[in-house]
C-alpha cells in the first residue's frame, strides 16, 4: 500500500510537472520545443506500475496540449493533434503490454505455488505411508488384545471402565489414520448419477444422534424436483460430514464462550444453473477475516488436536468432480456452499 502511494506521488509529481511547463512555455515564452516529449515519461510509468491506467493519463495530456494549441496562434493544431493522437496510441499499447506480462508473471507465480502444493501433499503422502506401515500392526494388536481382556472383564469392575477408555482411544488412532489415508491417497471419484437429497439424508442418519446430544437444531430445505448430481456419493457424503462436523465445533466453541445459546445447522439445496448447490450453515462463531483465505490449505489449522486436512481435502475432492467449494462468513456464523455438476 505505501510502495503504491509513493508511485501515484511520483506520477502526480511528473504530470505536475508536464502541465505547468506546458502552459509556461506556450503561455509565458510562446515558443514549442521538444519538451512535450517527456510527456512519455508518466505515460509509461503508468502502465508499468498500473496496467490499463496509462490510457487516462494520456488523455489528460493530449486535452491540455491540444488547449494550448488552440489558445496560442503562433502553435500548428495539426501538429498538436498528431501528438495527442500519439500519446494515446503509445499509452494503448504500453498498458496492454504492461497488462499481459503482469498477466503471464501472475499464472506463472499461481503454477509455481500449485507445483509446491503438489510436492507438499506428496511429501505427507510418503510419510504418511510409513508412519502407516511402522504402527498398524501394533496397533492391531493392541486392539485385539484389548477386546480380549473386555471379553472377559466384569462390566461393574473399574478395570472395565479403563479398558474401554483404551478402546476409544485406540479407534480414535484408526480413525485419524484412515483419515490421513483418504486424504494422501490419490482416489478418482467413480462418477455416476446420484440424488443429492438421499446423499444428505444419509449423511445425517450417521451424524444425526451426535447433533442430536449437543442440543443442535437441525433443518433441510430441498427445492422441488432436484437435478441429479454427476458425483461419487460416498466422497460426496464425506465432503457433507466433514463440513457439518466443523460446524458443530464452530457451535461447540462458540458455546464455551457465551455459554448456551441457541445453536441451529440448515441445509438448503437448490439448482444454480448447471449446478446443483448445497448450502450448509451455522450459528457458530464465523471465520475471521484474516484466516479465511487459508482454511482450504493443508495443515492449516486453528484448532489443537487437528491436523488440518478436512477442508483441503474438501476441496479437493470438490475439485475432483468439477464443482466448487465456497465459503461466507460473519459474526453470526459460517456458511460452506458445495457446488456440484448437474448429471447430463
Known amino acids: ?34 519538451f512535450t516529449h517527456f510527456f512519455y515519461i508518466p505515460i509509461i510509468l503508468t502502465a508499468v506500475w498500473f496496467p490499463r491506467k496509462a490510457i487516462f493519463v494520456a488523455i489528460l495530456l493530449a486535452a491540455i496540449t491540444l488547449l494550448m494549441s488552440f489558445l496560442t496562434p503562433f502553435s500548428c ?20 503490454l504492461c497488462y499481459r506480462k503482469e498477466k503471464a508473471c501472475k499464472e506463472e507465480f499461481k503454477s509455481r505455488e500449485q507445483m509446491l502444493h503438489s510436492e507438499k501433499l506428496s511429501t505427507i503422502g510418503r510419510l504418511v505411508t510409513a508412519v502407516m506401515h511402522e504402527i498398524d500392526k501394533p496397533v ?9 481382556m473386555l471379553s472377559k472383564t466384569d462390566k461393574e469392575s473399574s478395570h472395565y471402565a479403563n479398558l474401554r477408555i483404551m478402546e476409544e482411544n485406540i479407534n480414535k488412532i484408526k480413525g485419524l489414520a484412515k483419515h490421513i489415508q483418504i486424504f494422501t491417497i490419490k482416489t478418482e471419484p467413480k ?32 427445492e422441488p424436483d432436484l437435478p441429479y448430481i454427476r458425483g ?28 448456551e445459546y ?35 490449505e493443508p495443515l492449516f489449522t486453528t484448532k489443537k488436536e487437528a491436523l488440518g486436512l478436512g477442508l483441503s481435502m474438501c476441496k479437493r475432492i470438490v475439485e475432483k468432480h468439477k464443482g466448487l467449494l465456497q ?12 457446488k456440484l455438476p448437474v448429471s447430463s
Open 140 to 148: 492391531t494388536i493392541i486392539d485385539d488384545a484389548v477386546k480380549t
Open 232 to 259: 461419487d456419493s460416498q466422497q460426496v457424503e464425506k465432503i457433507i460430514l466433514s463440513i457439518i462436523d466443523n460446524a458443530h465445533e464452530a457451535m461447540k466453541e462458540k458455546e464455551r464462550e457465551v455459554g
Open 1 to 34: 500500500m505505501h510502495e503504491n502511494r509513493l508511485k501515484v506521488a511520483v506520477i502526480g509529481i511528473l504530470l505536475a510537472l508536464c502541465i505547468s511547463s506546458t502552459f509556461y512555455f506556450y503561455l509565458v515564452l510562446h515558443t514549442e520545443v521538444v
Open 191 to 222: 462418477l455416476t448419477s446420484l440424488n443429492v437429497e438421499v446423499v444428505i439424508t444419509n449423511a445425517l442418519a450417521l451424524i444425526g444422534e451426535e447433533l442430536k446430544d449437543s442440543n443442535i437444531t437441525v433443518s433441510t430445505h430441498f
Open 327 to 338: 465459503v461466507k462468513s460473519s459474526d453470526m456464523g459460517a456458511t460452506f456452499i458445495i
Open 262 to 296: 441457541k445453536k441451529e445447522l440448515g441445509i438448503n439445496v437448490y439448482p444454480e444453473n448447471n449446478f446443483v448447490d448445497i448450502s450448509i450453515s451455522d450459528t457458530g462463531g464465523g471465520i475471521p477475516k484474516e484466516i479465511k483465505d487459508k482454511i482450504f
Open 77 to 96: 493544431s495539426m501538429h498538436s493533434f498528431i501528438r495527442a493522437v500519439m500519446f494515446i496510441v503509445v499509452a494503448i499499447f504500453s498498458d496492454e
